[in-house]
């Protein structure tokens, strides 16, 4: 009897224990739902996709239509500086006009002035001109990388009105510097930029150079030029060596609205440069800009595929223009440079860039010159709309200040 009692006991015991545990663990769990099973219960969204796989690959930001940039309305912060990329049509850029730039962009050469137009000033001011002074003259204007040649001849000429015509006041001398630094930069060469679209196809413009100039960042800019002139741009990214490249290209034309066609990582540039001028001509684009990638002037193999490439260009019809960009700083090596790529492809103009904060502004006399191409554009610091057509007086003035300075 006993023995049947205590199991009794046990069974009931057992009962309870699980009683209470079941209770317990419905109190826990009350009101919250069961977890959904991901592609079973629901389609799967962020963060699942490493339980069930996505069929369609995720878009990424550079794959974004510009368009969808016009259905997003910028908060209202009280100003218009708030979101400057989604105010106006498309959010797009709109850049400085061209007229004029070189003249706003003068602070630009404050040193340069200091160095060449001011030190060269105080020389010939001075109230005894004698052999030393004219010695320290030469030297400060080889200094500014203007080249024997055009210094000997501009010297020449500042001895004679000095000495014969009587040439003394600061007015005088300041308007005979002037005068004489015009002739020097060329006033009458043709500056002007063939980026007139033809009656069956686009302008299409060369941009070469060696590596380290700053071809990319100058034909995004160029298309700033342009754009800014009223032009529809197409660029061509056959830079396909330097990493990139391409990406930098493409997102120098989206804030202006500009097309970029591409091609992939050290593909063949000829192929991309051929495809750009054909996409120039199917949207009936004003001007076609290709951005070539950079070559030393002494590297045989990457000279001659730069005339392949422009030999498939031709084929849609010839290149309006070849810009060569050169850099300021390097002074003199860069007339050797823009010699040798002038014997290899027919270069139209110059692009000069880091002429801001340099002392060497006399390399534009110099490469013109030496090369009989025109300097066309300058850059003169790293703004956006820091490129300015090439004009000898506003340049002149840059370099010899205000005259209420003097």
Not at 207 to 221: A, D, E, I
Not at 249 to 269: C, F, I, N, Q, Y
Request: charged content about 25%; overall charge negative; hydrophobic content about 40%.
């Amino acid at each position: 009897m006993t023995s049947i009692l205590l199991l009794v006991g046990v069974v009931l015991l057992l009962g309870v224990v699980l009683t209470v545990g079941l209770v317990s663990s419905r109190s826990r769990g009350a009101g919250r739902p069961a977890r959904p099973v991901p592609g079973v219960d629901y389609t799967p969204g962020t963060g699942d996709d490493a339980t069930v796989p996505r069929d369609t690959p995720l878009r990424t930001v550079d794959r974004v239509d510009s368009a969808l940039l016009s259905d997003v309305q910028a908060p209202d912060l009280g100003h218009e500086q708030a979101f400057p990329a989604l105010i106006g049509e498309r959010g797009l850029d709109v850049p400085e006009p061209t007229a004029g730039r070189l003249t706003r962009l003068r602070a630009r050469l404050s040193q340069s002035q200091t160095t060449l137009g001011r030190g060269l000033f105080a020389l010939i001011s001075r109230d005894t001109l004698d052999d030393a002074t004219w010695e320290e003259v030469e030297d400060t204007l080889l200094t500014s990388d203007m080249g024997v040649t055009a210094t000997t001849e501009l010297v020449t000429r500042l001895k004679t009105m000095v000495r014969v015509d009587g040439v003394r006041t600061a007015g005088e001398l300041r308007g005979l510097l002037r005068e004489e630094l015009v002739t020097l930069l060329g006033r009458d060469l043709d500056r002007s930029l063939r980026t007139l679209p033809h009656a069956d196809r686009p302008a299409v413009v060369l941009v070469v150079g060696v590596n380290g100039t700053g071809k990319t960042t100058t034909c995004g800019k160029l298309a700033r030029v342009l754009v800014a002139d009223g032009r529809s741009v197409v660029l061509g990214a056959a830079d396909t060596f330097r990493a990139a490249a391409a990406d930098q290209l493409e997102t120098w034309g989206s804030r202006v609205g500009a097309e970029t066609v591409r091609g992939p990582e050290g593909g063949d540039p000829a192929s991309i440069a051929f495809d750009a001028v054909k996409r120039g001509i199917e949207v009936k684009a004003d001007t076609v800009l290709i951005d070539t990638a950079g070559r030393l002037h002494t590297k045989t193999g990457l000279m001659d595929e730069l005339g392949k490439v422009k030999r498939v260009v031709e084929k849609h019809g010839a290149v309006d223009e070849t810009l060569l960009v050169l850099d300021a700083t390097t002074g003199q090596n860069g007339v050797v440079q823009a010699r040798m790529f002038t014997e290899l492809v027919e270069v139209t103009g110059i692009v000069l860039t880091k002429l801001d904060g340099t002392a060497k502004g006399g390399i534009v006399v110099a490469v013109q010159r030496e090369l009989g191409i025109p300097v066309k554009l300058i850059g003169l610091g790293e703004g956006p709309d820091d490129l300015a057509p090439f004009e000898p007086e506003a340049f002149a003035d840059a370099l010899l200040g205000d005259e209420a300075a003097l």
